[in-house]
């Protein structure tokens, strides 16, 4: 079974709905993102943001998403709730899952931060 991805803003808890289920070519728009936050500006609401290295065509990118969290913190998230390039270890102090959001590969004890989101 294949993992989805979506672009989300971790300030605004919203996700644009991709799906995709290539993480690494949503990062690759995250390098991008002053350009099309510029083009966002200019109410371009009909333009979305597609490409096949997303691998899901019907599920383009509003424009509207980068206008709307400009200046917020994106990151690419899994359906799962991990984010890309977090530890993702699940801590179950309770019957909550919580997942550790420190960088992959970290030396210290995972944490959990309750500023981060949980698992959904």
Known sequence: MS????????????GAGVESRRPDALGKLLTIR??????ASLDLSCV???????N?????IPMEFFAKHAGHT???????GEFEGDCN???RPSSIALICRL???HS????????????P
Do not use: H, M, Q
């Open 34 to 39: 002053p350009a099309l936050e510029s083009l």
């Open 103 to 105: 960088p992959r590969g």
């Open 56 to 60: 899901r065509p019907r599920n383009p």
């Open 48 to 54: 979305t943001v597609d490409s096949p290295s997303l």
């Open 3 to 14: 993992t989805e991805f979506d672009l989300f803003c971790v300030d605004c808890d919203d």
């Open 74 to 80: 994106l990151r690419v998230r899994s359906e799962y």
């Open 108 to 119: 210290e004890p995972c944490v959990f931060n309750p500023k981060w989101p949980a698992r």
């Open 89 to 91: 270890t699940e801590i």
